[in-house]
């Protein structure tokens, strides 16, 4: 099973609101909680008169077994927070916003390096590689 980052802190899990933007801005500071959907549609325990609900977790792996163990309920996510980001309001046109942000990720995503103070400043750069993506992945 693949390791991934510990949250930022473990006292605060659960208390983020349940909505949040849903993915996007290429990098990510910090990761709050990792999230378990369930869906009564699917399956799910019906805890919430018909409404989807989610599990907070402060390991992937508590999470990941909770997926496992409810029918009905999604993939783990991650909540995390992103400082600062790059937005793309439309394909290939990338902006660098100096804001705070809370979103929920595929833990996948978390693969990725953490953002460091030169990451978006080099994926914005007239030098970066043709493939800016690579800058993100780490690779270059």
């Excluded at 473990?10 to 290429?26: H, I, Q, R, T």
Aim: glycine residues 8%; hydrophobic residues 30%.
């Amino acid at each position: 099973m693949k390791s991934y980052p510990k949250v930022l802190d473990p006292n605060k899990v659960g208390e983020y609101a349940g909505l949040a933007k849903s993915g996007g801005g290429y990098v990510w500071d910090e990761v709050l909680e990792y999230r378990v959907w369930c869906h009564p549609h699917n399956g799910a325990p019906d805890l919430e008169e018909g409404s989807d609900y989610y599990y907070a977790f402060d390991t992937y792996e508590e999470a990941l077994e909770c997926s496992n163990d409810i029918p009905g309920a999604e993939e783990p996510l991650a909540l995390i927070l992103q400082r600062e980001y790059i937005d793309e309001p439309s394909t290939g046109q990338y902006k660098h916003v100096k804001e705070e942000r809370i979103t929920e990720w595929p833990v996948q995503f978390l693969e990725r390096p953490r953002r460091t103070e030169s990451t978006i400043p080099n994926f914005m750069s007239v030098d970066a590689p043709e493939n800016k993506l690579d800058i993100i992945r780490g690779i270059a």
